[in-house]
C-alpha cells in the first residue's frame, strides 16, 4: 500500500471529516462573534469609557488594552456558545438513552404455560 493510498484512507475517515468542517464552521462563527462584539455591543458600551473609544484604551505605550478587552468579550461569548449547544447536545442524547427498550413479545409456549398456571389456580 502506498502512502498515498493509505493518507487517502485516513483522510476520508469519519472524524477527520467532521473535525474539519467544525474547524471551517467555528472561524465563520468566530468572524460573526467579532462583529457582534465590534459593531454592536461595545459601541452601546463606548458612552460608559471616559475616552469614548473602547479600542482606544491604552496602558502606557503600545500596550492596546481596548483591542485586548474585545478579544476577551469575543472569547467569552464563544464559550458560552459553545456551552449552551453541548448542553443541548447532551440532553439530546440523554433523552434517546432514557427510552426504555420494550421488552421482546413471549413466545406462544410461554403463553400457553400462562394460561395453564391460571386456569390451575382458578380450579
Known amino acids: 500500500m502506498s502512502v498515498l493510498s493509505e493518507f487517502k484512507k485516513y483522510d476520508m475517515l469519519g472524524n477527520v471529516v467532521d473535525m474539519a468542517v467544525g474547524i ?35 496602558v502606557g505605550p503600545g500596550i492596546k488594552l481596548g483591542s485586548f478587552i474585545g478579544t476577551v468579550v469575543d472569547f467569552i461569548i464563544v464559550a458560552f456558545v459553545i456551552f449552551l449547544f453541548i448542553k443541548a447536545m447532551n440532553r439530546l442524547n440523554r433523552k434517546e438513552e432514557e427510552k426504555p427498550a420494550t421488552p421482546p413479545e413471549p413466545s406462544a409456549e410461554v403463553k400457553l404455560l400462562g394460561e395453564i398456571r391460571d386456569l390451575l389456580k382458578k380450579s
Open 24 to 58: 471551517i464552521i467555528g472561524g465563520a462563527f468566530g468572524k460573526i462573534v467579532t462583529s457582534l462584539v465590534g459593531d454592536i455591543m461595545m459601541p452601546v458600551l463606548n458612552p460608559l469609557i471616559p475616552s469614548g473609544d473602547w479600542k482606544s484604551i491604552e
